[in-house]
């Protein structure tokens, strides 16, 4: 028995020690090394603090902001832990709505999410993914379409010429990798920090 | 569908093809015991190893050995996971101060990861500390991934060998994969990963205060070592709850196609690793030809049916495909073909939320997984699910032209064929069993988040995921519950071990066969026919199986869509 036992035994302990500790360690030791703001979490800083990440979505409600997608992120009932409570973008808890395609719920916020947009931007088509929550819901995109489609409601609230903001919303894009993987997009967090400049200037 | 969406699709099948030969052929030489590149660095480990444990690597194991020694490992390294989770509060590196795992979801969550299925009923960032992931969870994503390869090599032995008493050293096999194959290519990518943006520190979560005021706790941790295993090994169990749908799991469209690229390339090279040993890598072509057939009609459907959209938002004026529950850089294209690739092998990460997917586009991801995840399939996984479909299609060919059948030079015999049937049984058994069980108790009902055919659609998409050990989910159903704790669990277990000992039985009596010389009645198993042989048999017995229920669920859904029509809960 014994001698069947001792290479399980041993070699699961040796190799948890190489694949659970060694392996994660060293690998923290060389990324600090070689990329510390990438392992770090890619962290913007502003005066001094931390503004949040530029790979992380964050809450834009105002009107003079671009708004990231819906997120549909919980957070424990601060009454009832056993319970949740929406907490759009939560970086701490990430998730999706989980919501099927014949939902009720799905349908009926969308459909709510849809008329707020098209009365703010009247005869626009209204993109997709601004009426749809990401899977992470921390997304921190938004296709070229749903940033431009905000334009006139911030040109209004910033008292800024559309054109200009239309300009900053064309430096932002990002294009797909090597011309074909993934789908362009604008980095929202970015956005708004150089809408903050310009808005200063 | 776009022509650029097709394109990456393309793109991802020449990469994953033109990687076959290469990394089938290292780990050919790895697994029979040569000299490689990276001898003069790992030989010295290896050996101390073994001295340590006591091991001959000369010493060879019967199919039963090989199986009570992978049991055995197995049993101990399920212990040692369970206890860190109970304990992750007494240990160190627990900045975030995660409180003990409760007692049946660390059973859970234990079965999950040494089955290789890592169903996340844990939420990654809000339940596990630092050292579970790590200690606990990263260590299980290797050894189950090289148990899966160990399997796989000791059915192929089975195939190449004649008049042989012995399939291999589990112990070896073990070894092997993990330090020659999975550690250094593991190295790499986690470096390509953190480059990519994906966080790994051991520091604490991030406090920002964010341009409007408010705080974000931001969770990072060691990520990037564990999504580079988590991909490599088919495991897929997210250092985050929503997986590689998280920014820091797959920060940009290169690191998800490298995610995609990964989960497929060991599986896909272990064809050619078994051409190579048993003398003809036409063998293995025919494999991956199979699987590729099967593959590519997946994701045609899915990609079609997401990006088509769903017909009750398409209602209201929007277009653009199905972007609920997506990421906006991975687009429809990269999220259906992510949802194919993860269900096709058993990996069981997501980028885009299945439970979201339009009714035929959660469909696929489903049958997948009912076939068996033969498609390229698990790390070794897939390999031995498909030889096992293999001895039913030449079985069944065999009766047709009434003739014993044989496959390279072994007579299938009632054996081989009894076992196979049964390894191909106890996944129907398990999937739909409980979930029948699940819709007739109340602690089952409770689960689903959604109602109407969707609901159903979750609980048999988790039993079919936790039987599979897949691990990826419909992730509204509420499954972190006694009930859902426990049966999903066994649901693994059985659908992992009832799979893997009949296939090693397999491997022992064909060892034991003397080869048989071809003759002008043996049916060529490198041909189209073979293939299309072998994808029927695949279809029928592997997937009449499962119509009816599809029937009820996904089927439903998708025409009640198409009416318009939705469910509410709680009505």
Not at chain 1, 65 to 89: E, I, L, Q, W, Y
Not at chain 1, 171 to 181: D, F, K, N, Q, S
Not at chain 2, 371 to 390: K, N, P, Q, R, T
Request: glycine share 12%; net charge neutral; proline share 5%.
């Amino acid at each position: 028995m014994l001698t069947e036992l001792r290479p399980a035994l041993v070699l699961l302990v040796a190799l948890t020690a190489i694949t659970g500790l060694a392996y994660p360690l060293a690998m923290t030791g060389i990324a600090g090394w070689v990329f510390p703001a990438e392992a770090a979490g890619s962290l913007i800083e502003r005066d001094g603090r931390i503004v949040g990440s530029r790979l992380i979505g964050q809450s834009f409600t105002g009107a003079g902001d671009f708004h990231g997608r819906p997120s549909a992120t919980t957070a424990p009932d601060p009454s009832d832990s056993a319970k949740t409570v929406p907490a759009p973008d939560n970086a701490a808890n990430s998730g999706g709505s989980n919501l099927g395609p014949t939902s009720a719920a799905l349908a009926e916020r969308v459909k709510g999410d849809l008329d707020a947009l098209r009365a703010e931007n009247p005869g626009q088509p209204v993109p997709v993914d601004l009426v749809t929550t990401s899977g992470s819901g921390l997304d921190p995109d938004i296709s070229p379409e749903a940033a431009l489609f905000q334009v006139p409601r911030i040109a209004r609230a910033r008292n800024l010429p559309e054109d200009r903001i239309r300009a900053l919303v064309s430096a932002h894009i990002e294009g797909r990798t090597l011309g074909l993987l993934g789908e362009p997009r604008v980095n929202v967090l970015a956005l708004n920090l150089a809408l903050g400049d310009l808005a200063r200037k | 569908m776009t022509l650029n969406g097709w394109i990456q699709i393309a793109l991802f099948c020449a990469v994953v093809l033109a990687l076959v030969k290469p990394l089938g052929g290292y780990m050919t030489r790895v697994f029979s015991g040569d000299r490689t590149i990276l001898s003069p660095v790992l030989g010295p480990v290896e050996r101390g190893l073994y001295r340590a444990a006591g091991i001959d690597a000369r010493h060879e194991q019967s199919w039963l050995g090989y199986g009570l020694a992978m049991l055995g490992f197995h049993a101990l390294g399920f212990l040692i996971l369970y206890a860190i989770l109970r304990l992750q509060d007494w240990l160190p590196l627990n900045p975030a101060g995660q409180a003990a795992v409760a007692p049946d979801l660390a059973f859970n969550t234990a079965a999950s990861f040494v089955t290789n299925t890592n169903w996340q009923n844990y939420g990654g960032e809000s339940t596990l500390s630092y050292l579970a992931q790590m200690l606990g969870l990263t260590h299980q994503n290797f050894l189950s991934a090289a148990t899966g390869i160990a399997l796989a090599l000791a059915l192929i032995r089975g195939f190449s060998r004649a008049s042989a008493r012995t399939v291999g050293s589990f112990w070896v096999d073990l070894t092997r994969c993990t330090l020659y194959v999975l550690l250094p290519l593991c190295i790499v990518y986690t470096l390509f990963l953190v480059a990519q943006g994906v966080p790994q520190t051991l520091g604490p979560y991030v406090d920002a205060t964010t341009l409007e005021g408010a705080r974000q706790t931001i969770a990072v941790g060691p990520v990037a070592s564990q999504v580079a295993i988590k991909m490599l090994g088919t495991n897929g169990g997210g250092f985050f709850n929503a997986n590689a749908a998280h920014p820091f799991e797959n920060p940009t469209a290169l690191s998800n196609f490298v995610q995609i690229v990964s989960i497929f390339a060991l599986g896909a090279a272990l064809t050619n690793v078994f051409g190579r040993m048993v003398g003809d890598e036409r063998q293995g072509w025919a494999i991956l030809a199979a699987m590729g057939i099967l593959f590519l009609a997946g994701v045609a459907v899915t990609y079609g049916s997401e990006a088509a959209g769903s017909p009750v938002l398409n209602g209201f004026g929007l277009a653009g495909g199905n972007l609920e529950g997506k990421e906006v850089r991975f687009g429809i294209v990269a999220s259906a073909l992510f949802a194919v690739v993860t269900t096709a092998a058993s990996c069981g990460a997501v980028n885009a939320m299945h439970d979201s997917f339009t009714a035929l586009g959660g469909l696929i991801p489903m049958i997948n997984m009912q076939l068996g995840e033969i498609i390229v399939g698990g790390v070794g996984a897939g390999l031995y699910g498909m030889l096992v479909f293999v001895i039913v299609a030449i079985f069944v060919a065999g009766l047709m032209v009434g003739r014993t059948p044989e496959y390279l030079g072994k007579k299938i015999e009632a054996r081989e064929v009894k076992m196979a049937m049964l390894a191909i049984l106890c996944l129907p058994l398990m999937m739909l069993g409980f979930t029948a069980l699940a819709t007739i108790l109340a602690a089952g009902l409770a689960g689903p988040a959604n109602a109407g055919p969707h609901g159903f659609s979750e609980i048999l998409y988790a039993f079919t995921s936790a039987a599979a050990n897949n691990g990826s989910a419909f992730g509204g159903l509420s499954g972190n519950t006694l009930f859902y704790n426990t049966t999903l669990a066994f649901g693994m277990l059985v659908g992992r071990f009832f799979v893997i000992i009949p296939a090693l039985a397999i491997a022992g009596s064909l060892a034991a066969k003397r080869t048989v010389p071809a003759s002008a009645g043996t049916l060529p198993t490198h041909g189209g026919l073979f293939v299309g042989m072998l994808v029927g048999v695949i279809l029928i017995v592997g997937g009449l199986t499962f119509f009816p229920a599809l029937a009820l669920g996904p089927v439903v859904e998708h025409l009640a869509g198409a009416a318009g029509q939705t469910f509410a809960t709680g009505g």
